[in-house]
């Protein structure tokens, strides 16, 4: 009775879920990579079955002008490359994160899973927006889908460090946690594309007309601002550091003028 009782025990304890117990770092990662790579090999399987010119049409349409028929292609083009962009920024922002997390959990990889299975509807979203007909309502619900799309496979990334921040002594690299090197950094790369995505989706509510411009000019400007993250948010912490430098000098600039003068002075 005991040894059962004992073995009943120790299964509750095993195949107890906890959402805070670790979980193999190496593991999330390898598993992100994976899906991340063979979500760009579809992207780019779709660019080449159905946007290559037949030689025929070259010859009878463009007049053996391959650049002409390829130029007939251009929105496809354009809408692979920002795809693939989007891509490439958000698995850059993926390794960044893990690249501060010393200790992955449960949690965070559920989280992990929820943006990965976002991530995996990027060919989805690349499809929609270079099938339809330019300015048609379809065109502007497939670039909604899009950032919506987007939107979550961000959004989750930005939640998987909200829950590295809520045990930053194990789960984070010290010059990553709240006051550290790239915590401010971290947190606007982090809140960049959920910010820009859902941003782009209301323009496209609002101004339908120039939904396809907007969501190609959230594409392209999106890697330029990382760039520009980078330098406000080292100018910004400079100046803070001043603007603290200079009040800490002026208080030990009191306190040895207070401690100069005499205790009559002092008093009056």
């Given at each position: 009775?005991?040894?059962?009782?004992?073995?009943?025990?120790?299964?509750?304890?095993?195949?107890?879920?906890?959402?805070?117990?670790?979980?193999?770092?190496?593991?999330?990662?390898?598993?992100?990579?994976?899906?991340?790579?063979?979500?760009?090999?579809?992207?780019?399987?779709?660019?080449?079955?159905?946007?290559?010119?037949?030689?025929?049409?070259?010859?009878?349409?463009?007049?053996?002008?391959?650049?002409?028929?390829?130029?007939?292609?251009?929105?496809?083009?354009?809408?692979?490359?920002?795809?693939?962009?989007?891509?490439g920024l958000l698995w850059f922002v993926h390794h960044s994160l893990f690249l501060y997390v010393t200790k992955a959990t449960r949690l965070?990889?559920?989280?992990?899973?929820?943006?990965?299975?976002?991530?995996?509807?990027?060919?989805?979203?690349?499809?929609?927006?270079?099938?339809?007909?330019?300015?048609?309502?379809?065109?502007?619900?497939?670039?909604?889908?899009?950032?919506?799309?987007?939107?979550?496979?961000?959004?989750?990334?930005?939640?998987?460090?909200?829950?590295?921040?809520?045990?930053?002594?194990?789960?984070?690299?010290?010059?990553?946690?709240?006051?550290?090197?790239?915590?401010?950094?971290?947190?606007?790369?982090?809140?960049?594309?959920?910010?820009?995505?859902?941003?782009?989706?209301?323009?496209?509510?609002?101004?339908?007309?120039?939904?396809?411009?907007?969501?190609?000019?959230?594409?392209?400007?999106?890697?330029?601002?990382?760039?520009?993250?980078?330098?406000?948010?080292?100018?910004?912490?400079?100046?803070?550091?001043?603007?603290?430098?200079?009040?800490?000098?002026?208080?030990?600039?009191?306190?040895?003028?207070?401690?100069?003068?005499?205790?009559?002075?002092?008093?009056?």
């Amino acid at each position: 009775g005991q040894r059962g009782e004992q073995e009943e025990h120790h299964s509750l304890e095993t195949f107890t879920f906890y959402l805070s117990e670790p979980l193999s770092k190496e593991r999330v990662e390898a598993f992100s990579d994976g899906v991340y790579a063979i979500v760009a090999t579809l992207l780019i399987l779709d660019i080449c079955e159905d946007n290559v010119p037949d030689p025929r049409e070259v010859e009878e349409k463009f007049h053996g002008s391959l650049l002409e028929a390829l130029s007939e292609y251009g929105p496809n083009y354009l809408a692979y490359f920002g795809s693939f962009v989007t891509i490439g920024l958000l698995w850059f922002v993926h390794h960044s994160l893990f690249l501060y997390v010393t200790k992955a959990t449960r949690l965070m990889g559920l989280l992990n899973i929820l943006s990965l299975a976002f991530i995996g509807g990027l060919p989805l979203a690349y499809q929609l927006t270079s099938e339809f007909a330019e300015k048609s309502h379809n065109e502007i619900e497939a670039i909604q889908v899009s950032c919506v799309i987007t939107f979550f496979a961000s959004i989750f990334q930005f939640a998987i460090w909200t829950t590295a921040l809520l045990n930053e002594e194990e789960t984070l690299h010290a010059f990553a946690r709240y006051g550290g090197k790239e915590h401010a950094f971290m947190f606007a790369k982090l809140a960049l594309y959920p910010c820009v995505s859902l941003g782009a989706f209301f323009l496209t509510c609002l101004l339908s007309e120039f939904s396809t411009a907007i969501f190609h000019l959230m594409q392209i400007v999106i890697p330029f601002a990382f760039l520009a993250l980078r330098i406000f948010v080292r100018i910004s912490l400079t100046a803070i550091k001043s603007v603290m430098s200079l009040s800490r000098r002026k208080v030990v600039l009191l306190e040895e003028e207070e401690a100069c003068l005499s205790p009559n002075e002092t008093l009056s």
